[in-house]
């Protein structure tokens, strides 16, 4: 059975910086892995994804460059470092897992991921 349990989430300052770490059980981890958020009023938005036991990474426009996904196999932990916060990256974020070996084109849409945590929130604001 398939657990994910986040951790990281907080309230910080636009410009700020925080770590959000996603520690699991009973997955793969060279399968493709992804941040979700849900922000209020938008729909569910893929952040990141990375497979291949962490050599392949893909990003959303919104957050490349300031995001970085990477994963601690040894710990079963997946992180996702989040630099020059803006207030548009409040929500509520959420760690996936899919049973498939590497991340779909179109990963973003969620379709993939089997199993999902039950998220932590990240605020920014002044």
């Known amino acids: 059975q398939v657990r994910l349990v986040e951790s990281g989430g907080g309230s910080v300052q636009p410009g700020g910086s925080l770590r959000l770490s996603c520690t699991g059980s009973?997955?793969?981890?060279?399968?493709?892995m992804g941040w979700f958020r849900r922000t209020p009023g938008k729909e569910r938005e893929g952040v990141a994804a990375i497979y291949a036991g962490g050599a392949l990474t893909d990003y959303a426009d919104s957050v490349r460059g300031r995001f970085t996904i990477s994963q601690d196999n040894a710990n079963n932990t997946l992180y996702l470092q989040m630099n020059s916060l803006k207030s548009d990256d409040t929500g509520m974020y959420y760690c996936?897992?899919?049973?498939?070996?590497?991340?779909?084109?179109?990963?973003?849409?969620?379709?993939?991921?089997?199993?999902w945590g039950q998220g932590t929130q990240v605020t920014v604001s002044s």
């Open positions: 996936a897992v899919s049973g498939i070996s590497y991340c779909w084109q179109d990963w973003a849409q969620g379709r993939q991921f089997n199993y």
């Open positions: 009973g997955y793969t981890a060279d399968n493709c």
